[in-house]
């Protein structure tokens, strides 16, 4: 099996925290090709944040279209998703989409601990998206500047334990989430400092994307993540025009998708 990681930003030291923690969790015979934005910013936290670097994962999945089994958007928010799920005939999951249900499965409530206040409101909204806005007890965050994105584990691994302690004692929550893959890694080393279980988005990505390889359940072919319809199109890169020339022929037939270029 082989698994496309994306880091969505453009920070190569949290590619390198994702690279980690994805090959710690990874069963053995899994490989991985883990890729780092071409474009964006040093870490997304705001909605306009990720709808720019989703543009930038949407040209990596199209880059490697064919060459994997699945794909991990490795940033919490999950940029560009669903819709990265019409683009290619393979899973496309995102980091918060599989915390969040590796969370459902382990208890009730959840609260998440994100590393920026700014995000919250956003991070609040993906919940929701998903239908499980009544099982967050929580979302609790740093409220101090940070150094650096690479460092957030270095300098803020007190408070992160604190804040997730707080969501336990005062919110209520049954699991807690560390989000965001600047915090990948972090879960294993303060477990044994946390009264519930704590998961990491990073390796619940990797987990569950092999899962659904493995379920080996089929493409989407019809209904709303089947490849988008034929029509006319310009200005993209060849390796997009290629990956949704394959998706529509897949879905719509062959003599109609390579038409749709200008």
Known sequence: MRLLVINPNISEDVTALIRSEAERSAAPGTELLVRTAGHG?????TRFESLIAAGAVAELIAEH?????????????DPGMPALKELVDVPVVGITEAALCAAA???????????SDRITAWYRECVEGFGLGARLASIRSIRDALRGIGSVQEDFR??????????????????????????AGLARDVAEEIPVPVIDGIAAGIRLTAALVGLSAGVHRAGSFAAPPPKRRAGL?????????AGQLASHGAGTAAGGRA
Request: overall charge negative; cysteine-free; hydrophobic content about 60%.
């Open 105 to 115: 499965l382990t208890g009730r409530r959840f609260s998440i601990i994100a590393i």
């Open 41 to 45: 910013v040093e870490y997304i936290e």
């Open 237 to 245: 890169s060849p390796a997009l025009d290629a990956a949704l020339d």
């Open 65 to 77: 279209a064919g060459e994997v089994d699945g794909v991990v958007v490795a940033a919490f928010g």
């Open 158 to 183: 007190p408070t992160l334990v604190e804040l997730a302690r707080l969501a336990v004692a005062e919110d209520g929550a049954d699991v807690v989430i560390l989000a965001g893959a600047p915090l």
